[in-house]
């Protein structure tokens, strides 16, 4: 079992940055593949972005890319998301996500945290 806890969340503008952590309590961190899902008003959760285990492999939303980079540290049982230019259609909560080993989908979720950007 791992537990997350998303944080870095706020209200920024256009074409600012912003850094999303989480951080994973439990056995075994360097197991899972990471991954930040999405969920603006009204819309169904995305994907966005995902890491492997030991951190040489990542896929990115095509929206995402080129402006998001994903990163994780197994010593500190931490996945960062960088997120750089954001516009006002990155509003959403972001979640922290992990899957593990031999599953399909990813089985344990963060609570999540908010990330507004202003036109």
């Known amino acids: 079992q791992v537990q997350l806890v998303e944080s870095g969340g706020g209200l920024v503008q256009a074409g600012d940055s912003l850094r999303l952590s989480c951080a994973a309590s439990g056995r075994s961190f360097s197991s899972y593949i990471m991954g930040w899902f999405r969920q603006a008003p009204g819309k169904e959760r995305e994907f966005v972005t995902a890491i492997s285990q030991s951190g040489t492999s990542r896929t990115y939303a095509d929206s995402v890319k080129g402006r998001f980079t994903i990163a994780r540290d197994n010593a500190k049982n931490t996945v960062l998301l960088q997120m750089n230019s954001l516009k006002p259609e990155d509003t959403a909560v972001y979640y922290c996500?992990?899957?593990?080993?031999?599953?399909?989908?990813?089985?344990?979720w963060g609570q999540g945290t908010q990330v507004t950007v202003s036109s």
């Open positions: 996500a992990a899957k593990a080993l031999g599953y399909s989908d990813y089985n344990h």
